[in-house]
């Protein structure tokens, strides 16, 4: 099972990308924050194996989240959604091999994919 937590300041986002995840095949929980300081305060209570975050978003975006998240949980899957996607974010990326990114609007079979990725991933370590 995957333990998710969503992050996005936008409600109707967080709905978009649970409703995807729903109709797919994962074995999910998923809680939910609207910004990273919220998800900071839930990672340091709740065992969370992925992170889904949104890159703009108001007192903590998803670049400073994903920093402060390697600090405490350094094999925490992470992806980032964003519709803004410059070359110092891709290379940000590129470094941390446990990081995805997915471009706005969100591609509903990639999602998917990448979760089943990381479910993949989550079963190899337990074996």
Known sequence: ????????????????????????SIDYTI???????????????????????DLEMPQMGGIELTEKIRKIHASTAI??????????????????????FIKKPINAK???NILLKVQHNLKEDLS
């Open 31 to 53: 809680n939910e924050a609207e910004n990273g300081v919220e998800a900071l305060k839930i990672l340091q209570n709740t065992k969370i194996n992925c992170v889904i975050t």
């Open 110 to 112: 990639q999602l998917v």
């Open 79 to 100: 992806i980032i959604i964003s519709s803004l996607a410059n070359e110092q974010v891709k290379q940000k990326l590129r470094q941390d091999r446990l990081a995805d």
């Open 1 to 24: 099972m995957i333990n998710i937590l969503l992050v996005d300041d936008s409600t109707m986002a967080r709905q978009r990308i649970k409703e995807i995840i729903k109709q797919s």
